[in-house]
């Protein structure tokens, strides 16, 4: 793009997992952190050629690389982890990568959009609280 002269955007996909730990996965996580950050390298360097670099970060989506986990007791316990109780559908991915492909995005490079069901928003996801409302945020009387 650069010898060519040819403005635009990348596109990178990275995983939730690029910004979140999890036990046993070390090359899997450290991979896709560094991932995000060669995004906001690339984006700092290449800003000047006109070409935008951004991440979609899925979370759990059925691939073959996971598809066993997702029907084990294990994986049954982290869909419930995930707000929305369920697993990506590949076609949810269509709105983050139209949104970087087109001009709509022409303000947007380096960023991160994460496609997770919510995951990445739940900071406490193994916490069990009793009372959940009396934790929440908007407290109803």
Known sequence: MVEKKIAGSIINIGSIA?????????????????????TKIMAHELVQYGIRVNTIS?????????????????GKSF?????????????ELTGALLLLASDASSYTTGSTI?????????IFLHEDFEDKKSHSFFKTK
């Not at 999890?22 to 995000?36: I, M, N, Q």
């Not at 989506?61 to 997702?70: A, Q, R």
């Not at 994460?114 to 739940?122: N, R, Y």
């Open 114 to 122: 994460e496609v997770d069901g919510g995951f990445a928003i739940d």
């Open 79 to 91: 869909i419930e982890q995930i707000p929305l109780k369920r697993p990506g559908k590949y076609k």
């Open 18 to 38: 690029g910004s979140q730990s999890k036990k046993y996965a070390l090359p899997f996580c450290v991979s896709k952190a560094g991932l995000h950050h060669l």
């Open 58 to 74: 899925p979370g759990l989506f059925p691939t073959e690389l996971v598809s066993d986990y997702i029907e084990s007791e294990a």
